[in-house]
């Protein structure tokens, strides 16, 4: 029993924990996925083309998420704090943890009702079908035209035939072995025979061509009409035929079994749509705050609540590195490659990463001196961009064909590096000597 106790203490809920914390990471990466979907679908214009509609989408979600994790990391911090923190701040810390958590809320309905809506819908098999519609009609029209077209020459063959007669008896008619009058009065039958029978054969052809054209008409105009019926029918996005399968399914039971209907509204797949988003999105927020504050609890080790107040300087401090970094390179360039972004921000956390190993030579000098200190300043911020830029350039040499092309946007990432340490160097610098006078 020990033995198995030692196992589950030691080795079980430890890795059970781990992979509830990770639970929570992969929660983030969920609902920044569908966040970006939705601000990527909602920011994409043929009149706007200058910023490109990714970065406006991912800087939307990386404020976002970003936003999130943090609040929920302060506000599980809160009960741990000292009596000394202002409770006005506390109070905004938890209202504001609210603000994003919606927008993920109203992001996640607006993805699963796009996501729902014509689920089964493709635009493709559509007009496949309606091309097959469209040949089967011409098809059936011109069957039917053939069939036509036989029938009245199956019906006209006898008045043709009798009219050719009668012609070749005018023409085969001699008048040898009979009288001057016989032949007379015989020729005159036979033209006379001649004329009944054209005239008959007129008749009856413009008869039968009527009723050819009187039937093809008919024909085609119903065999159209029933092509547009199935048409409109398979393009008719107001009906439930293109809802998601198992969901349709799903309420249609329980419309016919429960309501004695035969079909459910369209309402009813609007609300239920609406509820499955809330619910999920409850889950993903929920999965993603408790690890938060599991990692804040007192019982979490003293490293890791000091790697993630570090982490959380950190995420700021490159936010300001990479707004310059961003804003050089979208006036410099008509479209900003997601290759270049990334190797950006890759630049600017190696920089903090090696710095942050290097000793702080002003915390070990007995006196402070207002223009040694300045310089140390100023130098530990120029050495962070210098940095910045070198390793955008390794970065560019490594991975991209263009990695010697000293544009400004390259200039910017160390620059933005450089504002960003003077950001966070500068005003603890000058409160300090304002302390020290």
């Known amino acids: 029993m020990q033995f198995i106790g030692l196992i589950l203490n030691q080795v079980l809920i430890p890795v059970a924990t781990v992979f509830f914390i990770l639970s929570g990471l992969v929660a983030a990466i969920t609902s920044a996925g569908i966040e970006y979907s939705v601000f990527n679908s909602l920011f994409t214009s043929t009149n706007q083309t200058r910023i490109p509609t990714w970065l406006i989408a991912s800087s939307f979600v990386v404020v976002l998420e970003y936003s999130k994790i943090y609040l929920h990391y302060l506000n599980g911090r809160i009960p741990y704090l000292s009596d000394t923190f202002s409770k006005q701040f506390i109070k905004q810390a938890k209202t504001l943890a609210i603000i994003p958590t919606l927008i993920s809320i109203i992001c996640s309905i607006c993805f699963t009702i796009s996501t729902l809506d014509l689920a089964a819908y493709d635009q493709e098999v559509i007009d496949a079908k309606i091309s097959q519609y469209n040949s089967s009609c011409q098809e059936d029209i011109a069957k039917k035209q053939q069939e036509l077209s036989d029938s009245k020459t199956v019906r006209l063959e006898p008045y043709k035939l009798a009219k050719e007669t009668a012609v070749e008896n005018l023409n085969n008619f001699t008048s040898s072995n009979l009288s001057s009058k016989t032949a007379t009065r015989k020729l005159q039958l036979l033209q006379e025979s001649v004329t009944l029978t054209a005239t008959e054969f007129t008749e009856k052809e413009q ?231």
Request: one cysteine or more.
């Open 207 to 437: 008869e039968f061509e009527n009723d050819y054209q009187q039937q093809l008409s008919d024909f085609k105009n119903a065999r159209e009409t029933a092509r547009d019926e199935a048409i409109a029918a398979l393009t008719n996005v107001s009906s439930n035929q293109y809802d998601n399968p198992i969901l349709a399914h799903t309420l249609t039971v329980f419309a016919q079994t429960i309501f004695a209907r035969h079909t459910y509204s369209r309402s009813c797949y609007l609300i239920i749509s609406i509820c499955i988003s809330l619910v999920l999105s409850l889950f993903l927020e929920a999965d993603l705050r408790q690890p938060i504050h599991r990692l804040v609890q007192t019982s979490a080790p003293e490293k890791l609540r000091n790697w993630c107040n570090q982490c959380i300087l950190s995420f700021i401090k490159a936010a300001c590195a990479i707004i310059i970094y961003l804003f050089l390179m979208m006036v410099s360039h008509n479209d900003v490659p997601h290759t270049t972004v990334i190797l950006g921000v890759i630049s600017y956390m190696l920089t903090s990463l090696l710095l942050n190993r290097l000793p702080d030579l002003t915390s070990n000098r007995s006196e402070h001196n207002i223009y040694l200190d300045l310089y140390y300043t100023t130098r530990d911020c120029v050495l962070q961009g210098v940095v910045s830029f070198f390793f955008y350039l390794l970065l560019g040499f490594l991975f991209q064909e263009t990695a010697l092309d000293i544009s400004p946007a390259t200039v910017g990432i160390g620059l933005g590096s450089f504002l960003a340490a003077t950001l966070n160097k500068l005003p603890r610098t000058l409160i300090e000597l304002q302390c020290g006078d």
